[in-house]
């Protein structure tokens, strides 16, 4: 699923562990509690995307772009975000823990 589209979808609860997608475009999607677990997400857009209690851990998000979305209570522990923007992002009590910023 490389270089998808998904921009403005709701996908709430969504599984989309282990998942290769890379270049694609999550902006404004709603992807409240979705499972990315290990997903491969490098070169996305998430801009404006909620993903409030989403589980992103080890989740591999390099070279992307979160400005603006909401990262509540995400799990993003052991992610690798290598490159990322989070500019204006909400990660208020979003987990962390081993991440690679």
């Not at 270049?23 to 990315?36: E, I, W, Y």
């Amino acid at each position: 699923m490389r270089g998808c589209d998904f921009s403005h979808c709701s996908a709430i609860e969504i599984s989309f562990e282990n998942a290769h997608l890379m270049n694609c475009n999550f902006n404004d999607m709603v992807l409240k509690s979705a499972n990315m677990r290990q997903a491969i997400v490098s070169k996305s857009t998430f801009i404006g995307t909620n993903l409030i209690g989403a589980d992103l851990m080890r989740l591999v998000a390099k070279d992307c772009n979160f400005s603006k979305s909401r990262l509540q209570k995400a799990d993003m522990r052991e992610a690798d975000f290598e490159n990322s923007n989070f500019n204006e992002a909400s990660l208020f009590e979003a987990n962390l823990e081993r991440a690679n910023l």
